[in-house]
């Protein structure tokens, strides 16, 4: 699926660790790098690189255990034999060194950086782990993972419930999808877009392809949400530690939904807020990418 990003050059480049990024990269500029969500990969971002790319250095890479890059085992029994603790392999504070050492990689000391849904956890964790290095952040569609588990209880929760299942200890949630593997990351594809054409059938069958081949490394992903990562988060608001940098969140309107406050959760992290609820559907970058694109312009002015 190159040819989606045809001006673009691929490399598998470092991340932290042993792991390799596949990561397309391309034109001149202030640097920007855009994180894909679930269940994608970089290609989410084609539209808006494509129109980035006139005027910045546009990298995108494929988050560790999705798309082309390296899927680490998150081993169980890492813990008891010296290894890496196995919840850690996909902690958002390593997946967030991942994307530094990739920008590093390519020359870039500081540059911005944009996420959409799981790119976003990864993005707000490198805001708070390496503030001297993000000079701009934008997060689409997402609530730091703290504030989404205290938001989600009761029978609104439901539409949550890939948290709960992947969540679970490792076995199980393995099993059941990848026993559908296709039905269950398609209803996501299909149910969360707010224009079914925003997701064309080859690229909706590329996304499928690839999340199919990784659902170990999804769910190790989505478990460490419920774990490390909220340790992480507690200890960040506990230390008042917060978003330095000047900040853009987009999200749907789902905060009236479930009953709070989505823009004071966010301003609560990130005191340079722009925070905007909007009607486009959850794939915000395939749905509106001249929108989003614009966004990020302006974010880069403050």
């Keep these: 699926m190159n040819e989606l990003l045809p001006v673009f050059q691929y490399a598998k480049l470092p991340g932290s660790g042993d792991v390799r990024l596949n990561v397309a990269y391309a034109g001149s500029g202030p640097p920007i790098v855009l994180l894909h969500g679930f269940p994608q990969t970089h290609l989410m971002w084609r539209h808006v690189a494509a129109d980035l790319v006139a005027d910045h250095t546009v990298i995108v890479p494929d988050l560790r255990g999705y798309g082309a890059s390296d899927k680490p085992t998150a081993d169980p029994a890492a813990d008891r034999t010296g290894g890496p603790a196995a919840e850690t392999v996909y902690a958002k504070r390593t997946m967030a060194a991942d994307v530094v050492a990739v920008a590093h990689a390519l020359g870039h000391d500081r540059f911005a950086l944009a996420g959409h849904d799981r790119g976003a956890l990864v993005a707000f964790r490198a805001g708070l782990d390496h503030p001297a290095t993000i000079t701009h952040l934008a997060c689409l569609d997402v609530l730091p993972t703290l504030d989404m588990w205290d938001v989600m209880h009761g029978t609104t929760a439901a539409i949550g419930f ?24 398609g209803h996501f594809l299909d149910s969360w877009a707010g224009r079914p054409d925003a997701i064309p ?81 959850h794939f915000m970058p395939e749905e509106a990418p001249a929108e989003i694109a614009e966004v990020l312009r302006e974010l880069l002015k403050r």
């Design 201 to 281: 059938a080859p690229v909706r069958q590329a996304y499928l392809d690839a999340s199919r081949a990784a659902v170990p490394s999804i769910v190790a992903d989505y478990r460490a949400s419920a774990t490390v990562d909220v340790r992480d988060d507690l200890a960040d608001r506990d230390s008042d530690n917060q978003l330095r940098m000047p900040v853009t969140v987009l999200q749907q309107d789902f905060g009236a939904a479930l009953g709070f406050d989505a823009a004071a959760r966010w301003r609560a992290w990130a005191p340079d807020l722009d925070h905007r609820t909007v009607s486009y559907g």
């Design 162 to 185: 890939h948290l709960y299942l992947m969540a679970q200890p490792p076995g199980l949630p393995e099993q059941m999808i990848e026993a559908s593997a296709d039905a269950f990351f």
